[in-house]
């Protein structure tokens, strides 16, 4: 038998109807909460949808810049 084991990967993209503010610098604010909040729903959706649905185990978004 073969143990399946984690991987951690990394996307990144642009999206271009999200203005950037400051707000988006601070993982403790409001702002930052929830869009990391959205994208998180949204990625988790899209990635269990996918290829890889069946073994994915979710996304996490740690970061917004301009």
């Known amino acids: 038998t073969t143990v ?3 991987e951690h990967f990394t996307i990144n993209f642009t999206i271009i109807n ?3 503010t400051s707000d988006l610098e601070n993982p403790d ?3 930052f909460r929830a869009t990391q909040r959205v994208m998180n729903t949204l990625l988790d ?4 949808e996918s290829s890889i649905g069946p073994v994915f185990q979710g996304c996490e978004t740690t ?3 301009y």
């Open 18 to 20: 999200l203005p950037y």
């Open 4 to 6: 399946a084991t984690l």
């Open 63 to 65: 970061d917004f810049r």
């Open 45 to 48: 959706r899209l990635l269990k």
């Open 29 to 31: 604010s409001a702002k």
